[in-house]
Nanobody, 128 residues
């Protein structure tokens, strides 16, 4: 059974940076679609970024393009999300999730039903 644990959240000022990590255990991440989603209380969860760990293809929500970068370290079984130029509206709980069909990163990147495994989330707060 694949298990995912997020880390790296915290409080940061607007314009600052954070790096989130999604550490996997139980299985190798070398053939999954790994997505980062975020959700604020009372709001729907939205997709932020995802990566095909097999071929490295990526996808980003329009709201984070040019500011966030997703990457995978297969040796460490970890996917990271580098978040720069953070804005107050980026404040959310961030979740990582794993999809057994990695090509959905292109075909259905934000379809939550494709993601079979979820972490418990890490809180990011952007505030001065």
């Amino acid at each position: 059974q694949l298990q995912l644990v997020e880390s790296g959240g915290g409080l940061v000022q607007p314009g600052g940076s954070l790096r989130l990590s999604c550490a996997a255990s139980g299985r190798s991440l070398d053939y999954y679609g790994i997505g980062w989603f975020r959700q604020a209380p009372g709001k729907e969860r939205e997709g932020v970024s995802c990566i095909n760990t097999s071929d490295g293809s990526t996808n980003y929500a329009d709201s984070v393009k040019g500011r966030f970068t997703i990457s995978v370290d297969n040796a460490k079984n970890t996917v990271s999300l580098q978040m720069n130029s953070l804005k107050p509206e980026d404040t959310d709980v961030y979740y990582c999730a794993a999809a057994p069909r990695p090509w959905i990163v292109i075909t259905a990147p934000w379809d939550e039903y494709e993601y079979a495994y979820w972490g418990k989330g890490t809180l990011v707060t952007v505030s001065s």
